[in-house]
């Protein structure tokens, strides 16, 4: 019996080791965010002596960094929206629609999640430039918006669907577009919640696409926008950290209240890495 | 008859439409300006493999290519083996598991760039990580300044950031290892290090290696910890930087050499599909079981 106690005091042990390795740096920013200006910040102290939030203000007067988290949530609510809606009519089609040509559409999606993005990065630029959507929000967004990787997973859940459903609101006189919002979408409930909580986290956080086709800061993502700030303004450490708290709080917050999603989100895009 | 014949394609519009004008299209249109001396303004003559012999001659290109070849071989082996010992940690259900699973993946949601802004700051000269080296004694390291250093500071990084991640992927594995195989090697009287070895190893292989094909693709895609490590320089004299790295700074901005950036870009194309069509092909087989 001694033996168990030991070995679950032991595991405990382990996993305080590993979670303060995981948090641990968080929380030093965090810190670091809330030290006033005569607290020396190199100090290695947890526990600022006179904890101040006016670093959160002052970041704002040197970047406009109330801008570039609007500019970040603007592209990651429109990646969500497209995505899901995008990816669900393509999957549906896929799946519940016979026509010809369904497979050279697969193949199109399919060959699409093959392409690596950082192989494309440089032609992609030269397209949007085209398109005159170089350093626009709509340049950031457009080619992540409907990704194949999602009209797979969507085509997947709805394949899994029972087909007697359907085909009694086929006979009942439901056309396609009927039969794919009303009985469809709401039964994937579960994928669409994953393929929005990825697609958010995706975009919030994507930082080579803005840094290529973003130039003028006004235009900037919160992940270019605290780039640029650490390139500036190295010697106050107190504003990145606000910063970079900033940026990293949303995310948490969406974390805790969906971590389900999350970890289930995980298993499904294993592939997309 | 169900549907309309185009309605379809109706269905299908939007999807085919971006994944068309900015994957496939850009894919074919990199493949041919990778022939040409294009630049940043457009143009470009056909020079045959002109590029292809400039790579094979451009040390930048080596060492890039090294850097990356070096940054997945540095962080497959960890990334295998820690996050599987933090799943068998964080596997048995014990009060307050939740809170500490939750924990662990929290680095996972915050952005490459969060991430690398906090490390810079833990790896400054004079930032939290030297100060313990300090009081230990030791003198102060420069993780940002030695470009050897760098590359190692940004694995950690990588590692750091993937432990929570690749630990789901290996909870999920566990929770399908027979039980009754446990319970025959203890009546065997294996111990605790036998039965991982015995019985916990080679139940996880196929999950071992798809996480060695993840993390082999992502680590050589890698781009964001050595920018941010670097403040963008890529290192001292630019000696740290990446394949994505070189491809990035060669084809941007007006004076970029979009010709000989796609001809780079061609050829990570090659070795990122290659380690991609292992990856799917492991992970089909990983669903069959």
Redesign the interface.
Known sequence: MKRAHAF?AL??L??LA??A???G??L??FA?SIKGPNEDV???DFFPDDPTFANYAAVADVVPVWTFALNSLAVASVNVV?NC???A??G???AR???R??RF?AV??A??I???F??????????MRGFGLTNTLTGVV??G??A?LN?LLLRNAFLALPAEVEEAA?IDGA???QR?TRLALPSVKGTLVVVALFSF?FS?????WP??VLSDQEKYT???G??YL??TF?QN?RL??A??II??VP??L???LL?KH??RG??EG??K? | MTHRPYTPWLFLAPGLVVCGLFVLFPFINMIVLAFTDASALGGGRFTGADNFVRMLQDPKFWAAARNSALYMAGVVPPLVLLPLLIAMLAQKVVPGIGIFRTAFFTPVIASTVVVGLIWTWLLDSRGLVNSVVEALGGTRIGFLTDSTLLLISSMVVTVWRGLGYYMVIYLAALANVPKDLHEAAMVDGAGPVRRFWSVTVPSLRPTMVLVAALSAVNGFRVFSEIYLLSGGTGGPGGASTTLVMLIQSVGRGLTGEVGYASALSVVLFVILLGLLLITLKLNRREDQL
């Open positions: 679950l595991r405990y382990g996993l590993i979670l390795i995981s948090i740096p968080f030093w920013q670091t190199f100090v290695p497209t809606l995008g990816a009519m393509a549906y089609a896929l629609l016979r026509f040509g369904r559409a199109v999606f060959s699409s093959l392409v690596p950082e192989a494309i990065m440089i032609s992609l630029f030269l397209v457009l080619p918006a409907i194949a009209v086929i056309n396609a577009w794919f986290m919030w956080d994507d930082f080579l840094l290529i919160l992940t270019i605290l780039a650490q390139g190295v450490q990145v950290a910063g970079t940026a990293v995310l948490i969406l974390f805790l971590q999350f970890f995980v298993g294993a592939i890495g």
